[in-house]
């Protein structure tokens, strides 16, 4: 969840969180040796305050003297007021009481209870309780190395324990302000170390709503190094992808000047052979027009020489003056195709192994698939040899739209890929390769339709085209197709 957090927020929160456990790792290390140096000085203390308890008490317990002994235990407490001393008491050596500081609670010649007397085994050692704030003090008393009693005392340092708990919140209100600080002064250094990266995060906005703008001059030599060298980069990015978009149209403009100019060539051709054969048809009609028998013959002959320019002219209208708005693809639209390639079969003599199976209309935006089916077959007719064959097929279902155009050429090049990829992908035309393909891909790309290219070395390469139908779509004009991808 944190990959999602921005850079200004992410790092502060790292550098607080170091702090945090820098802090907590000081804070041990301070109450370790704080608590070491308390138990150093209180044992120090209180071995002083044993020392004079011991002697003060030795002449009584060694006459078995309660009242004296009690007596030099009450003076000797009031000697070392530095340690609060809760109680005091002297032992015979049987483990009886003969005095204490408090009389009613360990009467004389009682035994101690069960959880004192389980301490005086740690003669010597300072033992400690802090939940309950006490410790416990044992000296044993000798005389002419016999033990003549022993001496107990339990200790309040709860002011110790307050001093260390002083300590502690000490510690965590400032290391905690000094994580709050850091941390929002990171924030605010990282935010304003991270705010040239907005202008180049808006300048990638526009360039990805196709509006890219350069990076004006006077903020990259305001900025830092790296970030300066950071603008420029972008900058050229900008003007490199400008130089190949309008490279792009250019081409596009320059196949589609040439695709133009071998379709008038064609029906130049077409229209200008039969042309001849009706000049002289009218020049015999001129002379021999009074006979029934040539009269009929000729009008036959102009009959059929005007239909066939009618046909290649139909067909170029149809194809490039299409009524505004998608229509119904009907098997008809397919079929005046063939005389607007004549042209091209005639000259190299190809076969053209024409298969329309379309029975009936099909929800299908019929000047998009006509445009992409005169493609194909122009691409065909270019690479394929001499006295080859082509074959055209086309067929629906209640479903799809299914139509390939196969040749017998030397194969698609690896560019001719590339091209379908990025008109697919609505990426530009890759430079290298004409944009017939390209063109024909962006156009099936507005079909929701899917192109598949097969091909091999040496045996020709078919290009397969499958549409859905029965869906909206908008009309594709070529010209704003080829401005909004320079735009964008």
């Known amino acids: 969840m944190t990959s999602n957090w921005p850079l200004a927020l ?8 170091l702090t945090v456990i820098v802090a907590i790792a000081i804070s041990q290390v301070v109450l370790s040796r704080l608590a070491r140096e308390q138990e150093a000085s209180l044992r120090s203390i209180t071995s002083a305050f044993m020392d004079g308890v011991s002697t003060a008490v030795t002449p009584g317990l ?12 009450d ?19 049987n483990g009886q009481v003969l005095a204490a500081s408090e009389p009613e609670r360990f009467p004389v010649t009682s035994p101690l209870p069960p959880h004192l007397a389980g301490l005086l ?6 033992v400690l309780d802090e939940e309950k704030g006490r410790a416990w ?48 002064a990171g924030y605010l250094l990282v935010r304003r170390m991270v705010r040239p990266l907005s202008l180049i995060q808006q300048h990638l906005t526009a360039a990805g709503s196709g509006r890219p703008e350069l990076i004006d001059e006077d903020q990259i030599r305001h900025a830092a190094p790296e970030y300066g060298d950071l603008y420029r980069r972008f900058n050229a990015m ?67 020489g005007l239909a066939g320019i009618q046909n290649v002219v139909r067909a170029a209208l149809v194809t490039y003056k299409s009524a505004p708005g ?78 390939s155009v196969a040749d017998e050429g030397p194969g698609l090049p690896e560019l001719a890929y590339q091209a379908v990829a990025a008109g697919a992908a609505g990426a530009g035309a890759p430079l290298g390769q004409g944009l017939g393909l390209w063109t024909t891909s962006r156009l099936a ?22 549409a859905p139908l029965g869906e909206e779509r908008e009309e594709y004009d070529v010209g704003a197709a080829a401005r909004a991808d320079r735009a964008g």
């Open 238 to 304: 900008i003007r490199g992808q400008a130089e190949r978009e309008a490279l792009a149209a250019e081409l596009a403009n320059q196949e589609k000047l040439a695709m133009l100019g071998r379709l008038a060539s064609g029906m130049a051709h077409e229209v200008n052979n039969p042309l001849g054969g009706l000049m002289n048809a009218v020049d015999t009609l001129e002379v021999h027009g009074d006979r029934e028998s040539v009269r009929r013959r000729t009008i036959d002959l102009l009959r059929r």
């Open 75 to 93: 003076r000797a407490r009031r000697q070392y007021g530095a340690v609060n001393a809760l109680f005091v008491v002297v032992l015979q050596p």
């Open 445 to 466: 790309a507005r079909l929701n339709a899917t192109m598949s290219l097969q091909s091999g070395p040496s045996q020709g390469a078919t290009i397969r085209l499958v």
């Open 121 to 126: 085994g740690q003669e010597g050692n300072l």
């Open 62 to 73: 060694q006459r078995q003297d309660v009242w004296e002994t009690f007596d030099s235990l």
């Open 10 to 17: 992410k790092v502060p929160m790292l550098v607080a969180g």
């Open 326 to 403: 998608p229509k119904r693809l009907t098997r008809a639209d397919l079929e005046d195709l063939p005389f607007l390639i004549q042209h091209e079969t005639g000259a190299k003599q190809l076969n053209l192994d024409w298969q329309n199976e379309l029975a009936e209309d099909v929800e299908v935006d019929a000047s998009a698939v006509r445009q992409i089916v005169l493609n194909l077959l122009l691409n065909a007719c270019a690479a394929s040899p001499e006295r080859s064959m082509i074959t055209f097929r086309a067929t629906a279902t209640s479903s799809t739209l299914d139509i």
């Open 137 to 184: 003090l044992v000296r044993r008393i000798e005389q002419e190395s016999f033990q003549i009693g022993t001496v107990l005392a339990e200790i309040d340092i709860s002011d110790i324990l307050a001093v260390r708990r002083e300590v502690l919140w000490t510690l965590i209100l400032v290391n905690g302000g000094l994580t709050a600080v850091l941390g929002l």
